[in-house]
């Protein structure tokens, strides 16, 4: 099935794809203010090529950009992987009426030619590995199964090169999911560090690719553990590795769980180290999380902070957005921001599915805010900063005040909101002052550790 294994899958995930965002039309305005603020080209710095790919397809359903520049940067990142086809395609949508270079086409018939070589030599390796017995000594962990491999069927390192090229081939020509056997295989029984190192860093990117969420997150759990505790790498590669799984893992965490993305990047100080010091953009991201996230209020006062420490190198209306309301208090400056906060979540490959869930958390954020200071406030008033008209507005306060139980009332006649300032419990602030001690009593024990 030679003819179209170089095209390969370029996945937006779930719940990037949900939203439709390319289906909006922008005004100049609008266009200006996201390519302004567009973070692909950034983001494609600690990616590999194949996850550069989902954000350039985005793009070309975005109205940001001219569509034949993107495809240009497409067929630029495509000539760097083995997908060979799709690289053709893309020539010819912008060269209708060329020829194909004959470079392309002596390419695809050269990785052709790799990969029914590969495959022959993988297929009594995999009917090896696939077979009962092999499994059964699966389940008693990698090194009994190496040693049972060795022992019974002379099973050589030499085995174990070929099916990491194999599963490297596959994974370029864009078969990301018939990569993951050769490379998971590499992973448990190489003997190499760094080999073992690449090939979860092979199989975690496949898995994103193929949208396997609950494996990725597996990868994504053990790359950490091996960065920060098996790692022998340097202080410097150390940071470079946490730079890319930073940015690696986004995609995970926006199919999955935000609230671990907030414990990864901001209650690891290693992590918020890292963003402060080469990613500074990734606290769009962070910020979003914190918004949309019932669950990690407590987190707000650190992302404050890391926001106030790095707005000299890094700002957008969502980081904007969050200085406003709670460093200058500048309710008329959180309300503009928030409207350019809608065209960027809605152009974001990452942020586009929760555009609604946003802006309704951050009203609400401007809402407690505002009345936290001031008490007393009028609707009239508070339809403006919300940019609301003044029954709209009423009816959401009633709808919010029901729903999420705060201690507010509403005067009618007057046209008035009362609430009252909210005190976590005892028993709240208890668990999260021990929830600090006891990361700061981790990192010096570990620190002691390393000494």
Known sequence: NNGNCFTGGTPRGERMAASGAGAAVLSVEERETMAKYDLTATMGKYLDKHLVLPMLDYLLECDLFKVRDVLKSKFEVLQ??????????????????????????????EVVAKLGELQAACEPIHELLGSAEVQAQLAQGPTQLRQYLEEKHDFKGESLDVLYEHGKLLFEIGMYAEAQPSLYVNFILSTDPAR??????????????????????????????????????????QLQQRTWLIHWALFVFVNTDLDAM??????????????????PHI?????????????????????????????????????????????????????????????????????????????????????????????????????????????????????????????????????????????????????????????????????????
């Open 80 to 109: 760097q992987t083995s997908m060979v086809d799709s690289s053709i395609d893309v020539f010819q949508t912008l060269n209708p009426d060329a020829e194909v270079p004959a470079e392309l086409s002596a390419k695809r018939d």
């Open 196 to 237: 073992t190192f690449s090939a979860l860093w092979g199989k975690f990117a496949a898995n994103i690719l193929n949208m396997s969420w609950e494996a990725a997150l597996d990868d994504l759990a053990q790359l950490q553990g091996y960065i920060d505790k098996e790692n022998p790498a340097s202080a410097l590669e």
């Open 262 to 279: 907030i414990d990864l990047f901001l209650s690891k100080p290693e992590y918020a180290n890292t963003i402060q010091t080469v990613c």
């Open 283 to 451: 606290l769009r991201y962070l910020a979003a999380a914190v918004i949309v996230t019932e669950t990690k209020r407590n987190a707000l006062k650190d992302l404050v902070r890391l926001i106030e420490q790095e707005s000299y190198r890094y700002r957008d209306p969502i980081t904007d957005f969050v200085q406003c309301l709670y460093v200058d208090f500048d309710f008329d400056g959180a309300q503009q921001k928030l409207r350019e906060c809608a065209i960027i979540l809605r152009n974001d490959f990452f942020l586009d599915s929760i555009q609604e869930k946003f802006m309704e958390k951050a009203r609400r954020f401007i809402f407690e805010t505002y009345c936290r200071i001031h008490n007393t406030i009028s609707i009239k008033m508070l339809a403006e900063k919300l940019d609301m008209d003044q029954d709209n507005a009423e009816e959401w306060v009633v709808a919010l005040i029901r729903n999420a139980r705060l201690d507010a009332k509403i005067d009618s006649k007057a046209g008035h909101v009362l609430m009252t300032p909210q005190v976590p419990s005892i028993y709240h602030q208890v668990i999260e002052k021990t929830k600090v001690l006891s990361s700061t009593s981790d990192n010096r024990m570990e620190g002691d550790f390393q000494k």
